[in-house]
Nanobody, 129 residues
């Protein structure tokens, strides 16, 4: 079973950038996703990557600001977050699943991640205004 370790969270001012990393052991799974959960809110999918890193999906509110990518040689998935807003403040989690998890990624509403099988411990992102 894949094990996931996130890093790269921190505190920034609005408009700033952060890059989150998710190290997968032993290797990246078929579908990798980033999710976030703010206090008192449901978990929501931010982005997903699959097909060896060739295909991606994004939550509408981050599509033009966040970029998901993967380095197969390093077994690491990244989430580059630019132009951060206070509403991006949350705990961010990396998740892994089969290809079905990415193929069924919800576009009709927030993706909740029910088909993702493995989760990291999370890394906190705080954006101040």
């Amino acid at each position: 079973q894949v094990q996931l370790v996130e890093s790269g969270g921190g505190s920034v001012q609005a408009g700033g950038s952060l890059r989150l990393s998710c190290a997968a052991s032993p290797v990246i799974d078929s579908c990798m996703g980033w999710f976030r959960q703010a206090p008192g809110k449901q978990r929501e999918g931010v982005a997903a990557i699959y097909a060896g890193g060739q295909r991606t999906k994004y939550f509408a509110s981050v599509k033009d600001r966040f970029t998901i990518s993967q380095d197969n040689g390093k077994n690491t998935v990244y989430l580059q977050m630019d132009n951060l807003k206070p509403e991006d403040t949350a705990m961010y989690y990396c998740a892994a699943g089969t290809l079905m998890a990415c193929n069924t990624w919800s576009f009709s509403g927030p993706e909740r991640g029910s088909r993702f099988e493995t989760w990291g411990q999370g890394t906190q992102v705080t954006v101040s205004s």
